[in-house]
């Protein structure tokens, strides 16, 4: 209570002090209203852009049960739109006549899964007219133009909701005297901890009705809002008033625009349903999930569609199911977009000026054994829609981000659309030319390779895997005779390695590079020895003119040179005794590796921590335990859709193959390479449910063993001290990039973080030796342990963990151990490890368990298949398994080698899909035999996974490898990949000659473009079958010698494996291996991703 009391008493201060600021430096033009609503979203203002004598010509609220965003149209003197929150909610416009101003606002508010969002909103005119949007709850407030103000603009915080809302006030005529400013005044802190306080601003209206204490608490002042998003600026000037009812009144404050964000922080610019389009700052184009099947064939907009286009209309060709789809551009290059057939009956929607397509809803359902499209609608910015087709059961709705519309589609198609997702296109024409970021990432243009030279004999071999940019050749020896035997590039720098090819015959020549020197053309001759094609002579020539040669010149010969800005990185080609062909792998000198270690922001939410090492999925992934495994299955959920990772089959959902079963085999995965058998088990089923029962069931045993013998003490110490580890990393965080923060600020932002609401409080209850209470509502003394800790760790820092005495004083002078067992010297040498990645992942069991939980709660009549399809889709299984998991690895590589690493962060996640199952299943299923569903989550939770935070996570992994089975679970918590080749982000890997060679890279930024360069040195013509999950996905004819490019979207293929194999004429004509697959992963990416392979294909 103390705590508060000074809190407030120092925010009192704070605040007058503000005033005072603003008060010698005001805009008289513009004032602010208070704020109604809570602290969450992201800040938006629209300050920086209104100005005095604005025509203000139309105003729209987009609501459902609660305020989803809001417009504001402004004519005069410069056309725009101020757009705030989601797209959600439906439209609702009022048209301001001449001379009509806005002049008040009323604002409802309530709770909203544990946030405040503002759930209806009113606005009068001057004119009498009125709109009104949502759901009138119990604690409301008014804010009224002072005399010859008009609303001009808002401000606040925001994501696909409106979740605070104050109103710009802007002077109606262009200058005018602006009321008086009163700074507020008798200021002051009750004994309970309320702030009381009067104030007046001349001429403004602060009418708060009805406001609940917890509303009130929540609502923070303009001033709140700067510091704790770190915008303020030494020339934001603002004066606040404070009232009774714990709401604010801000005047004269200025700052700068920052537009909406999406709940997960993006920040994007709003969609205007006016002929003025908002700005954009996003790419020119963005794709949607898709919906439907693997079939027909494979069309795409997204390289036609650009950002400013108009849409003229769109028409939908329909009978049972979707025929046809057109969309008619006539902006800026007139162009229409045809898929499908031409059945069907046609519905055309014509669209007005300034209207576009802002969403598309869409069913589908099996016709022929094949998935097809059989429903759409499509809703307008002005509220139009058309639609098409027969509902089905199965369907899914994208939405236009903010300041996008619909510009083109993807998909697959034939006669009908088999397979459908929308090409969204900025509003606004965005360069898409111009970057301005200054991070190193990979390029498809830093490797160049040279022609082969010679014969297709011998074995295909590469270089490409073991390239660095950064590497400097320290030598290069050629081994001949008559003909080229060997030829050998020696690797000084970052690391030694030696690129060897071809035999043991001949005689050594060798040439040593200076300093600087680089190798810039390869010269060959080649002929005919046995009816084979070899390699009979080589001379290579460096940047400083010295050369070296070997073997017998002849008339066949060619010159390969470096382009510019490039040397030679390593070779291509095939040998065996001696070199039979070679072509050379140029590489630009000034590209720049990027490293596994490189420190990375976390996707993560649930990790304490703000960075880690990049995101790769790494050579382990892929690599088979066995020589096959069973697929699992589970149901449909009550929609008939299934979770994440898996496929239908029938009546029920199955497992995708994962990365190290990547062929599939009628119920049965098997490894890379392999042949599928011409018969599948039938009995499988059984094997899978006892195999799986086995491997769920043994999670928690098998931990819950060691837990027993662990020392309770060294546990406890291990969980207080990981939670103020992270909180003194957040508050120092929040010093850095907010240097105004005060001890009382810190305190503010500091008790709104999950680090203190519930890891804290769970440490405590671990080191008290009482359970976790269902719904985490935790008891006075905990919480009054959990406010002295925090008041330590701000003010002493990490002097307070830099000793195991000063955390034993620590704890026992807060009350948070009872009891220890152990010595000072024991708990010295837990803190000397300064490890926390053991303490992240029983932190990460806490999340998962409460996430579930609130599953359950909100629906509390759900299907465990419901369940598990939302808890597969959700962002502790999206992105904080793979961020937390990931951010081991960096712990791990401290002395373990990157394959051990690898394989102990493929083993982490593996077993929290293990556990995630157990709960999922418990959770929902309570046959009479369990304790209570709530508390028995809560308890195997604390049982079974707080060892994980005093152990080495190589021995967490020893101890999961006993209870997880070969059965085909998806490959699953990889996350949003980084930057990288991809061997090294997307674990590509070959087997056989087939596809020796290839490479490519993946960038999470991009076009959401999958682009395969099929580059034949084959003699025979081939087929190359696409396989995604599993599945056949498409085929690909190349021929002899020639360059074939197949493009698909990442969206289509996300989330799943793609597996390359390739068949060429066998007997009678049939089909016949072709000697080679090639495999990796296809991850999402939340900003667009790009991935582009060059698909070598060799003879074998």
């Known amino acids: 209570m103390v705590l508060r009391v000074v809190l407030v008493a120092l925010q009192a201060l704070a605040f007058v002090a503000f005033v005072a600021v603003a008060l010698a430096a005001s805009d008289d033009t513009v004032q602010l209203s208070e704020t109604f609503g809570g602290p969450h979203g992201t800040e938006f203002s629209d300050q920086a852009s209104v100005v005095a004598g604005e025509t203000v010509s139309f105003i729209t609220i987009r609501t459902g049960e609660r305020v989803d965003g809001i417009s504001l149209g402004v004519s005069a003197p410069t056309a725009q739109t101020f757009t705030h929150g989601g797209t959600g909610g439906t439209d609702n416009t009022l048209t301001l006549g001449t001379g009509e101003y806005i002049t008040s606002v009323v604002a409802h ?20 007219n009125s709109i009104s949007g949502g759901t009138q709850t119990d604690s409301t407030g008014s804010a009224t133009a002072p005399d010859g103000y008009q609303l001009a603009g808002f401000y606040g915080r925001g994501g696909d909701e409106i979740d605070l809302l104050g109103a710009i006030w802007a002077s109606i005529a262009g200058t005018m005297e602006s009321p008086a400013t009163v700074a507020p005044a008798n200021i002051s802190a009750s004994a309970d901890g309320k702030t009381a306080s009067s104030a007046s601003a001349a001429q403004a209206t602060t009418v708060p009705t009805t406001t609940s204490a917890s509303s009130a608490q ?75 099947g693997p079939h027909g064939t494979e069309f795409s907009d997204l390289t036609l569609a650009t950002s400013g286009q108009t849409i003229t209309s769109i028409t939908v060709r329909a009978g049972d199911r979707i025929d046809g789809l057109t969309l008619v551009v006539s902006a800026p290059t007139a162009q229409t977009f045809t898929h499908g057939g031409t059945g069907g009956t046609e519905n055309t929607l014509t669209l007005g000026a300034g209207e576009y397509i802002t969403s598309m809803e869409a069913h589908w359902g099996q016709k022929d054994g094949h998935t097809r499209i059989f429903y759409l609608s499509f809703g307008t910015s002005a509220g139009n829609s058309i639609t098409g087709g027969t509902q ?91 003909r080229v035997d060997a030829v050998t590039l020696n690797v000084a720098t970052p690391t030694e390695v030696t690129m060897n090819h071809g035999g043991s015959g001949g005689t050594e020549n060798t040439l040593t590079l200076g300093a600087g020197e680089y190798i810039t053309s390869m010269e060959a001759h080649w002929g005919k020895k046995d009816d084979h094609t070899r390699v009979f002579y080589l001379n290579f020539v460096t940047s400083a003119g ?145 195999a799986l029962n086995a491997a769920s069931g043994g999670v928690f045993g098998e931990i819950l063993a060691v837990y027993k013998t662990a020392k309770w003490a060294v546990t406890c110490v291990a969980n207080i001290v990981t939670v103020i580890r992270g909180l003194i990393f957040y508050l120092r965080y929040r010093q850095t990039t907010a240097p105004e923060g005060d001890t009382a600020e810190l305190l503010t932002v500091a008790y709104q973080t999950d680090v203190v609401v519930y890891d804290l409080p769970v440490a405590v209850c671990t080191c008290l030796g009482i359970q976790v209470p269902s719904g985490a509502k935790f008891a006075d003394t905990v919480l009054k342990i959990v406010e002295g800790i925090v008041k330590q760790a701000i003010t002493n820092g990490d002097e307070i963990i830099s000793t195991g005495e000063n955390v034993l004083n620590l704890l026992t002078g807060a009350g948070a151990l009872n ?50 399809v939302t808890v597969y889709q959700s962002s502790i299984v999206m992105n904080d398994i793979p961020a937390v998991t990931n951010y081991c690895m960096k712990e791990l590589l401290g002395n373990k080698t990157i394959t051990a690493a690898f394989e102990t962060r493929d083993m982490l996640r593996k077993t929290f899909g293990v556990i995630i199952d157990e709960l999922v299943e418990t959770g929902t299923t309570d046959m009479g035999k369990d304790v209570a569903e709530d508390e028995y989550m809560l308890k195997v939770a ?57 490479y490519g890279t993946w960038t999470k930024t991009g076009d959401g473009v999958v682009h395969l360069i099929f580059e034949s040195v084959d003699t025979e013509d081939v087929t190359v079958v696409v396989h995604s999950g599993g599945d056949k996905y498409a085929e690909v004819d190349v021929a002899a010698g020639d360059t074939v490019t197949w493009d698909a979207t ?44 060059h698909v070598r294909i060799n003879v074998s």
């Not at 309530?110 to 001057?126: A, N, Q, V, W």
């Not at 625009?257 to 349903?273: H, I, M, V």
């Not at 049982?943 to 209870?963: E, R």
């Open 109 to 128: 508010w309530d709770k909203k899964d544990g946030h405040t969002r503002i759930f209806y909103l009113s606005f009068t005119t001057s004119a009498g």
């Open 546 to 690: 010295n050369s070296i040669s070997g073997g017998t010149q002849t008339d066949d010969k060619a010159t390969a040179t470096a382009p510019d800005g490039f040397q030679l990185g390593g070779f291509y080609g095939r040998a065996e005794d001696e070199v039979d062909q070679l072509g050379a792998i140029w590489t630009r000198m000034s590209a720049v590796d990027l490293v596994l270690t490189d420190e990375q922001e976390s996707s993560g939410s649930s990790l304490m921590y703000g960075t880690t090492i990049r995101n790769w999925v790494g050579s382990t992934v892929g690599v088979a335990s066995d020589t096959a495994c069973y697929r699992k299955s589970v149901d449909y959920n009550s929609t008939n859709i299934c979770p994440l990772g898996y496929g239908k089959d029938g009546d029920d959902c199955i497992a995708q193959c994962p990365m190290a079963y990547p062929v599939s085999c009628s119920l049965e995965c098997i490894p890379q390479n392999d042949d599928c058998a011409l018969e599948t088990l039938s009995k499988i089923g059984s094997v899978v449910a006892v």
């Open 942 to 998: 604390n049982m079974g996974l707080v060892v994980l935070s005093t152990i080495d996570p190589t021995g967490i992994a020893y101890m999961a490898s006993q209870f997880v089975q070969p059965i085909c679970g998806p490959t699953a918590y990889l996350g949003e990949i980084d930057d990288g080749r991809l061997y090294d982000a997307l674990g590509l890997t070959t087997v056989d000659e087939a596809f020796t060679g290839s």
């Open 819 to 868: 009891s220890t067992d152990s010595t000072v010297d024991e708990l010295q040498d837990l803190i000397d490890t300064n490890s926390s990645c053991g303490y992240e992942l029983k932190r990460l069991t806490d999340h998962v368990v409460r996430s579930v939980n609130e599953i359950r709660n909100t629906t509390p009549d759900a299907l465990v298949d419901d369940i598990r």
């Open 392 to 482: 089905t059961d199965e369907s899914g709705s994208a939405s236009a981000p903010d300041g996008y519309q619909l510009g083109g589609f993807f998909g697959r198609d034939g006669d009908e659309i088999d397979l459908l997702g929308v090409v969204w296109t900025s509003i606004v024409v965005v360069d898409d030319t111009a970057t301005s970021s200054a991070a190193a990432t990979v390029s498809d243009s830093d490797i160049v390779l040279s022609d082969l030279y010679g014969g297709p004999h011998g074995v295909a071999f590469s270089d490409i895997d073991s390239i660095k940019f950064a590497q400097r050749a320290s030598s290069i020896t050629v081994r001949s005779g008559e």
């Open 1050 to 1093: 990442v969206p289509e293929l996300q989330d799943k494996n793609m597996y390359l194999d390739r068949w060429r004429p066998g007997l009678l004509g049939l089909p016949g291996s072709g000697g080679g697959s090639l495999l990796l992963w296809i991850p999402r990416s939340s900003e667009g991703g790009h991935l582009e392979m």
């Open 218 to 292: 929540e609502s923070p002042t303009q001033a709140e809002i700067y510091a704790s998003s770190g915008s303020a600026t030494a020339s934001s000037t603002g004066s606040v008033a404070i009232t009774s009812s714990g709401s604010t009144a801000a005047v004269n404050s200025t700052t700068s625009s920052t537009g909406s964000a999406t709940d997960d922080g993006t920040l994007t610019t709003p969609e205007s349903p006016s002929t003025t389009a908002p700005t954009t700052s996003g790419p020119a184009t963005q794709l949607s999930q898709t919906f439907g």
